[in-house]
């Protein structure tokens, strides 16, 4: 007598409890349904969005791409005019003016002066400062490749990683019901006296345990979510569309191996040790002497003794550097453009072993996951659901335990979710493997 008392009550607060979880679902489904509805919210916005789509907004006026192309643009300006002459320079005045007596007319020597001067730099020097720049600018163009190649890295895995959530969340959403299911043969049985009101208890937390597992990939999904508005904005929050982008399934390390020296950054190294190249240049220029040439032309007024008008003078001079002090300055600005030739070229070996290495990692990474893949396909997943199958038939013929029903439910739907999480992070390693070897888009 007591013992059924027990019974009937734990099922009632059991069906109340539902009841009210019901309620909350229903009520929450109501609101986002009306907001997805309202005419105020947007049809584009629940368009799936596609990895191809995501990669073009990310790369659409990005403020970093944009600010490393404009500073390789002024160089490459910069280079024009570094190469050109000085502007020559003009020069007016009134030479030997008598200050105690007479005028300009009186002195023999008083003269207005005109005066012209061209500075003509050292021989190589301007075909230096332009090799500099035009090196400089390539370094930039490096930066802004490898700026491009990153925010299409982020991008994509950001977009797989919330792919991966919406489609956990799929996923979750319809072992749903199978759960329920099985809250409800439990229930029946027990109600018959064939199974104990521990099977009813464990059925009722295995389904809350899917509705925490829900709420949880629903927050991962907004993480994700959020950080792909970084690069996407209000898109971001788009549903991406069904399939995973077709990527090559086959990959040879060699030829990935071979295109390292292309990525961006080896091509912004090598440009810096081009640009310290013609640093070196322009020290050794600075060595030989720069020179100018300077014209005047000197009008006089007045006449000579003989009634002859004064006759005007023109002036011509060179002017010559005269590099003698080159010990603790040309000499020392030789040392230390050797010393930066050489520092950029131990950096740009050692960004090469690093990338050398970033590559054999991560195809070492993507070859496991394409191999762990394969297993799943073949064995894994058909392994699992027969066992889920043979549990929920051997405990609805009162051959089985309940423990085994859920063991195998769960092991199922973590089988799934294992595999969704494969091919994701196989996606994500090809993207990277797509920076580090230039696979096109």
Known sequence: MFSDFGRQSDANRIHAARSNATVVVVAISTIVAAILLAPDAGADQRLPLSIAEAEDIALRDEPGLLELQATASALNEQSVAVGQLPDPTLRIGLANYPLNRGGFTTEGMTQAQFGFRQAFPRSGLRAMRTARYRALASVQDGNAGLRSRNVLTTTRVAWLESYYWQHAEEILEASRPLF??????????????????????RAELELR?????????????????????????????????????????????????????EHPTMIAAQAGIEAKQAQIGMTREKAKPGWALDVAYGYRDGLLPDGQPRSDFVSVSVVVD?????????DRELAAALSERRAAVSGRQRLAAGLESQLNIE??????????????????????????????????????????VALG???????????LRLQVELAQSLAVLANLGGLSR
Do not use: H
Request: net charge negative; glycine share 6%; charged share 30%.
């Open 180 to 201: 329920e299911d099985l809250l409800e043969v439990t229930q029946s049985l027990y109600g018959v006296g064939q199974k104990a009101q521990s099977d009813v208890i």
């Open 322 to 330: 005269l590099p003698f002090f080159k010990r603790n300055r040309q």
């Open 409 to 419: 439910q769960i092991e199922y739907l973590d089988t799934r979710l294992d595999y």
């Open 209 to 261: 345990r899917l509705d925490d597992r829900l709420l949880a990939a629903a927050r991962s999904r907004a993480i994700s979510q959020g950080e792909l508005s970084q690069w996407l904005g209000a898109a971001a929050f788009r549903p991406t569309a069904d399939k995973l982008p077709e990527w090559p399934l086959s990959l040879s390390l060699e030829g990935l191996r071979e295109t390292l020296s």
């Open 363 to 404: 195809y070492a990474r993507w070859s496991e996951l394409t191999r762990r893949l394969a297993l799943y396909d073949t064995e894994i997943l058909g392994l699992s659901r027969s066992r889920a199958e043979s549990a929920m038939l051997a405990y609805q013929s009162d051959a089985g335990d309940f423990s085994d």
